[in-house]
Each structure stands twice: as C-alpha cells, then as structure tokens.
C-alpha cells in the first residue's frame, strides 16, 4: 500500500523549504556588531555586572557586625582586579584604619598589650616609646604630651600613664613591643586566597631557650583579619570551609567584634601566653560559587544573619538588557591586561565569535576574562611570530583552530571508527526504523558532537514500548524518563480508547557505556513511528531535540557541537546536497557554526531544520505528510485489532 500521495509529498517538500534555516542565521551579527564599536574606549573589569555591584555598595554603606557580603565569582573573574575596581567607586563608609603594636605590659610577661595608632605611624611610635623609657622617669610629663597629642589615641594615652614611672628593666620580660600591623600607603582591601589558620587569624609561635619552651611579643604574626582591620578582607569560601573549625572560629570574631589569641603551640606543650584581645571593625566579602552559598544558607542557621547581602557577579553581558557599546571597555580591559599587540579592526568580529560561542547565546558575551585573556595570548604569539604590527582576525581564527586540533584526539577516533566501518551509520539513502540521533560527548574537558544510529522494531504485543538500553541498565534517569514521554505520546495519539495491538523495542546501537539526556526523544519517537507506519528515513538528515507529550519539540543543550560532529562525517564522505540536520526552533538563538558548516550551508551542499512539532520532523525525514502516516499506523492497528476479534476456528465447535 502506497503511503503517500503525489500531493502529500509535494506539500513536505513545501514544508521542507520554509524550515530550512539561511545561513546568516547560523552565528551572530558579529560584523555588524563590530561596525559600532566607539572611536574612544577605557577599560572596565566591571561592564555588565551592575546587580553584584549595587548589593556590594549597598553593603558599604552600612557598619556593624550584620552586614557583610557574600560574592558569587563565576570562573574566570579575576578576583583581585574586580574587587579593587569595586573599592576604588565605592569606599567602606565606616572603614577606620589603624596601625596595630603590642608593647609589654607591666604586670604581667605573658600578658602583652595592645596600642592602636594612626595608620602609618607605628614605627615612629615604638621609637619614641624607646626615647620616653630611656628618659628620666621625673622629667617624662612633656614627652608624654607630646606622644599623646602625635598618636591621638585613647590606648596610647592609657598605655603611657600605666609607665609613667617604670623604667625598661622594672618591666617583665626583656622585650618593648612589636609591631603587628602597619600600614603603609592606602591599601584599599586584603585578598585571603590561600586560607590557613595562620594567614587567616594569625600565629603565636614558640621558642626554646635553654630547653625552655616559650613565646614573647617578638613571635606575634598577624594574620589577615588584623590586617585588614578597619577595612574590607576578602576571603576564597572554599579554602575557609575546606579547613575544619576556621569558618567557626570567623563566625565567633564577627558576632563579638573581638580578636582572641590561640594559645602557642599544641595541647602537649604547656605554655600560657595570651596576648590582650583587640577590637575588630571589619568588613567581609566571602568570595565563592553559588553553591556553596546555597550550602551555607541551608546549614548555617547564623550565616544569613552575618552574611545579608549576595553580590551576584554574571558570567555574561546580555544584550537583551544592556547596550553593546559598553563591552568594548570590557574587552579594552581585558586587552590591557593580557599584554597583547593592538587589536586590528578585522580582529573584532573574530573575537566577537568566540566570546558568544562560550556563552551558548546569539544575545550574549562573555565576561570569562581569563578565558579571553588566553585566546588572545596565544594568537598573539602567532601574530608576534610573524613580525605583525597589529593583532588581526586571521590570528585569532588560527589560535581557535590550534586549540580544536589540540583538542580533537578522540573527536577524530570517534569519527575513524565510523568512517571504517566499525560503528555503522548511514548518512545516504533511506531505511525504515532507522535514524541518526545527535550526542556529545565530554573527555577531558573538550565537547564534541557524534552521531548514533537508533533502531526500532515492532511486533504483535499489547502496546508497550521496551527501552533495550533501560533493560540492560545503559539508560541514565532522564533518558528514561525521554522514553516515558514519547511513549505517552503515542499511546495519547493511538492508544486513547483502546490498547495497541503493537509493541515496540527500541536501542542505542552500538552504544557501550551508559545512555543519558532526553536530547534523543525526538529521534526515538521519529524512528517509532517510521517503523509502526513502515514508511522509510532518510539516513542523510540527523535529528536532535527532546519532545514533551503532546509532541512539542523542546530545547537541547551543546547544539553547536552536534551540528559541526555530523556535518564533519558528512563532508568526509562527500556532501551530496541531501544531508542536514533537524534542530530544535528554540535553539535558532544558540547557533554560531563555524565557517566551513556556514558556507557549506550557503552553497546548500549541508541543510539545517529548525522545527517546532514532530510533525515537521516526519515530513522532513519521510519527506510524507503527518496526516498520511498517522492514517497507515491507525490503518495497521485496526487490521491488527479486527484479527483479534476473529473467533478462532476450534472454538466454534463449543460455540
């Protein structure tokens, strides 16, 4: 029985030619976006990221102990340069920054003291403090004016009537004082990167004398929170809670605004030297990923009260929200930060490429500064190599292409195994219950898209549709849950007043390692119905999508890299003009192929689909109308059905 008419083919090849996506379609409006790129550019880490930005200024805003900020950093920010940007706009209004200096206390060797001073003038203090103990105790009052005025604190002032009359070798111990923190210039934040006990709160360390174990003011060593006392200390959220006791031992400081010494040494030693407690005003920034924000909110029953404000740094510069012109003073940033020759006019729209093709969006660039910042090193060694003036577009376009060989060991393996005939595809004529589905597949860091060949077979059964992959314990759980839905689907479309007299199997030839993603559904439930309908697929057209129940087709990810795996078997064997790929609507905005699927689409030797039903997806792969093959499935069943209903012929003989 013919499955379709003159008409119906005539009315799919229609179908075909409006859902054909132009090749001015298949990567952003990089040239144009070039052409508006201003004469005058500066350079500016912090384009794009005005929500982070406002939480950060709103916390800078605000003293007390309540009020600090937790930072998202996406990967790739440098931290350090964003940050400072961040402080240089938006100061600490109750920032207050001292110099800090122990200095020994008269009633006890073990106990030292502490003096605050203004920031920058510690040394100066300690050596007049020598002066003021080596002068006579009767004529000290004028040095003591004069030292309470020069250091205006109410701790100097304290400190210096409690030695009016102590001369140097009255006083316990043989040491004067040490200086903890000094400031030198305006040190506008303190990074903690690397978190220690001993870089993050500092260190009391011992020494032996005469087989003595002991401490003095001399092996008093700030950490980071006394050193950004006064200020803002930024510190890595993974590295803090990495470390068993330190975010506890923050939390402590940050609720009682006071700085307590650990004791030296380890519970063996017995050695009691317990510095004064200093005050602290501090302003922390937790610098991490969104996860770990997430963790510490739903475990952490004080970390909302300390932590109120989430600055929320964006990977990406959207152009649905922001105007282009200000990416370039983040690319102007970036360019100074990478040390490169001067970007060429031809260099942009290359560049522009590469930033929306990490993003996965036509609408949006990436804020990924180091990534960018190795692009553009290495094409311009490339440049440099060539003695050229100027950083041009052909350098960076050869830099992306050194990266895809460096990286394309197993993408060529895969793509062998096919071309000899190991993994069987097809990518020419047509078959009944056989597709080409569209994967990617992760090693080492490096995507790459690989086509499968998917088979489906029917037979008498009660309608159930058996996942081979499922069975055998192959299948993830959203492939599983991809395979529920399209056989939802069917059974809604020829299942609804009774049960089908079909079954089906269906599988992932060839495929050895576990099967996941719903990104297959589609082609699983195209390959179904081509076999319930026995109408045949064209083996050229590739498919990737997933379907919901009332057979929508639905977004997948890693479009790009499906497209560019297929398209490369196809132009290895020789482009006929009759290969393409079906992609899902949703993902137009995804697209940014390279240049060679772009031409080989411009010369329509490679088609690419988009589509929005399953619908369009049958008449592209049957080149048969929906209606046709649903009319031959239902037509099939119901011959099915009628023969169930027979009487056999040994029962009337009881009848």
């Given amino acids: 029985m013919p499955i379709a008419s003159d008409s119906g083919r005539i009315g799919a090849i229609m179908g075909e030619l409006t859902m054909r996506v132009a090749a001015a379609a298949l990567q952003p409006a990089i040239q144009e976006w070039a052409a508006q790129r201003p004469q005058s550019v500066s350079s500016n880490a912090l384009v794009g990221q005005q929500r982070a930005l406002s939480a950060l200024q709103q916390a800078l805003n605000i003293g007390g102990r309540y009020a600090h900020s937790y930072v998202v950093t996406p990967a790739g920010m440098r931290i350090y340069d964003v940050i400072k940007e961040v402080e240089a706009r938006h100061h600490w209004v109750h920032a207050q920054k001292y110099d800090w200096v122990y200095v020994a206390n008269p009633d006890s060797a073990f106990e030292p003291l502490w003096v605050n001073l203004p920031a920058g003038s510690a040394q100066s203090f300690v050596v007049q403090l020598l002066t003021f103990f080596q002068t006579d105790i009767n004529v000290r009052g004028p040095l003591r004016d004069h030292m309470v005025e020069t250091f205006a604190t109410e701790r100097v002032a304290h400190y210096l009537d409690l030695v009016i009359d102590h001369t140097f070798e009255e006083l316990p111990g043989n040491e004067l004082a040490n200086i903890i923190v000094s400031h030198n210039g305006d040190e506008p934040f303190i ?16 020494q032996s004398v005469e087989g003595t174990i002991s401490s003095g003011l001399h092996l008093i060593e700030a950490g980071a929170i006394l050193k950004a006392n006064g200020g803002i200390l930024a510190i890595d959220a993974e590295e803090l809670l990495l470390q068993p006791g330190l975010w506890r031992k923050l939390k402590y400081i940050l609720r009682t605004s006071q700085f307590h010494w650990p004791q030296p040494g380890d519970a063996k030693i017995a050695t009691y030297y317990q510095p004064e407690a200093i005050p602290v005003q501090i302003k922390i920034f937790l610098l991490g990923e969104r996860d770990i924000y997430a963790q510490l909110r739903e475990h952490d029953r004080d970390f909302d009260n300390l932590f109120p404000f989430l600055a929320d740094f964006s990977s990406h510069y959207s152009l649905q929200k922001e105007p282009l012109t200000p990416y370039f003073d983040y690319l102007k940033y970036v360019e100074e930060q990478a040390a490169i020759l001067p970007l060429a006019d031809d260099a942009y729209p ?12 036509h609408t949006e660039l990436s804020l990924d500064t180091i990534a960018i910042m190795q692009l553009l090193r290495e094409a311009c060694a490339l440049a440099r190599a060539e003695q050229a003036q100027t950083l041009q577009g052909r350098y960076i376009q050869q830099a992306i292409q050194q990266r ?3 990286n394309g060991y197993i993408a060529e393996l895969s793509r062998r195994s096919i071309l000899e005939g190991q993994v069987y595809i097809q990518t020419e004529e047509a078959v009944v219950g056989q597709i080409n589905g569209l994967t990617v597949v992760t090693a080492g860091g490096h995507e790459f898209g690989e086509p499968t060949r998917i088979t489906a077979t029917v037979h008498y059964g009660d309608g159930d549709i058996i996942d081979i992959d499922r069975k055998s314990e192959l299948s993830g759980n959203i492939h599983t849950k991809g395979v529920m839905i399209l056989s939802a689907y069917i059974a809604n479309v020829f299942a609804r007043n009774e049960a089908m007299a079909l079954s089906a199997t269906i599988v992932f030839e060839q495929s050895y390692h576990e099967v996941d993603g719903d990104s297959a559904s589609l082609a699983e439930l195209c ?11 064209q083996q050229g057209i590739a498919i990737t999508g997933a379907v919901d ?9 890693a479009v790009n890299e499906k497209i560019e795996g297929y398209f490369e078997l196809c132009r290895t064997r020789g482009l006929n003009g009759s290969q393409g790929v ?5 993902n137009l905005s995804q697209l940014n192929l390279n240049d060679d699927v772009i031409a080989a689409v411009a010369d329509e030797e490679f088609h690419i689909y988009a ?16 209606k046709q093959l649903y009319e031959r499935i239902e037509q099939r069943l119901n011959e099915l059905q009628q023969g169930e209903r027979e009487v056999p012929w040994w029962r009337r003989w009881f009848e």
């Fill in 191 to 206: 990074l903690c990167d690397r978190v220690t006990e001993a870089s993050l709160f500092g260190s009391i360390r011992l």
């Fill in 582 to 586: 079906i992609i899902p609507q949703a």
């Fill in 611 to 626: 589509i929005n039903d399953v619908s369009e997806a049958l008449e592209l792969l049957t080149q048969v109308q929906q």
């Fill in 350 to 361: 290359a560049l522009l490429k590469f930033v929306t093709r990490i993003t996965d969006f």
């Fill in 404 to 406: 895809e060989q460096r």
């Fill in 549 to 557: 129940q009332f057979g929508r087709v639905q977004a997948i990810g």
């Fill in 527 to 537: 390959c179904l119905l081509s076999a319930l309908a026995e109408a045949p697929i």
